[in-house]
């Protein structure tokens, strides 16, 4: 399989696709099983501990009057707890714990994936379908221990018109076992186009030189929405998740 050239200019390097490498840290091989401590895993531990440290300083000595770190934390407390209560009433309340956790890690994940030489976890597609499964498992096992096999009458539209019937259950069914595909493409493909995006116009700007004002003021612009793409995709991530645990509460 022939090599992907890598193309060096000054010593940096302006492949938009090489910042998306995962590279072994600290090799552990048993066998058959590669357990590597990797890139990707680091920047994972550290969004986590970000999160936590986050949630640690804001909430040590909570105040009646909260101070700006606080005021953050409840705010994104009570906006996932609004949103969860609102996709899927009082009884989704008891799975907030487990929304809320995903929500934090994503958006720590992509928002420490904007800084300079740091590693976009979200962006492989490794990590966003682990999470899609975890969530397509969690609310498949969640359907059936709240309505048993009744739970397939999910797939078995009754209000349809009987010939359609067997037709619209098999849509039901393909599409929802393409719900973890979709899920986790969203999530990876976004984050990852948007930092190709940036590198191409970081290229830009060294090889243009002096005229590579135009592609730095696109960088800016460009920064600033993925930004806003990085909070927006942990939102959509979330929302989805309500959205399939309504169906498998309410199923319907």
């Known amino acids: 399989m022939a090599e992907v050239a890598d193309y060096e200019e000054g010593g940096f390097n302006i492949d938009p696709m090489y910042q998306f490498e995962i590279k072994n840290?600290?090799?552990?091989?048993?066998?058959?099983?590669?357990?590597?401590?990797?890139?990707?895993?680091?920047?994972?531990?550290?969004?986590?501990?970000?999160?936590?440290?986050?949630?640690?300083?804001?909430?040590?000595?909570?105040?009646?009057?909260?101070?700006?770190?606080?005021?953050?934390?409840?705010?994104?407390?009570?906006?996932?707890?609004?949103?969860?209560?609102?996709?899927?009433?009082?009884?989704?309340?008891?799975?907030?714990?487990?929304?809320?956790?995903?929500?934090?890690?994503?958006?720590?994940?992509?928002?420490?994936g904007m800084v300079p030489y740091s590693f976009t976890v979200t962006s492989h597609f490794a990590v966003t379908v682990f999470l899609a499964l975890a969530v397509f498992i969690s609310v498949t096992v969640i359907g059936f221990m709240r309505h048993g096999a009744g739970f397939l009458g999910l797939f078995w539209p009754m209000d349809a018109p009987a010939a359609m019937r067997p037709v619209l259950a098999v849509i039901e069914v393909i599409s929802y076992f393409v719900r973890p595909v979709s899920h986790s493409i969203r999530l990876g493909a976004n984050m990852m186009a948007g930092h190709a995006v940036l590198k191409v116009f970081a290229g830009f700007v060294i090889s243009l030189g002096v005229f590579g004002v135009i592609p730095?003021?696109?960088?800016?612009?460009?920064?600033?929405?993925?930004?806003?793409?990085?909070?927006?995709?942990?939102?959509?991530?979330?929302?989805?998740?309500?959205?399939?645990?309504?169906?498998?509460?309410?199923?319907?």
């Not at 009646?64 to 906006?79: C, D, H, K, N």
């Not at 996709?87 to 956790?101: N, R, V």
């Open 25 to 112: 840290w600290i090799p552990i091989d048993f066998g058959f099983v590669d357990l590597s401590f990797t890139n990707s895993a680091f920047f994972a531990f550290v969004a986590v501990a970000a999160v936590s440290l986050f949630l640690w300083l804001s909430m040590r000595g909570s105040a009646l009057v909260p101070t700006r770190m606080q005021s953050m934390a409840e705010g994104l407390y009570e906006f996932v707890r609004n949103m969860v209560r609102d996709s899927c009433g009082e009884a989704g309340l008891k799975y907030f714990p487990y929304i809320f956790t995903l929500f934090l890690f994503i958006l720590g994940c992509n928002l420490l």
């Open 216 to 252: 730095l003021l696109a960088i800016v612009g460009v920064t600033a929405l993925e930004f806003l793409v990085a909070v927006i995709q942990a939102y959509v991530f979330a929302i989805l998740t309500c959205v399939y645990l309504h169906d498998a509460l309410h199923m319907h």
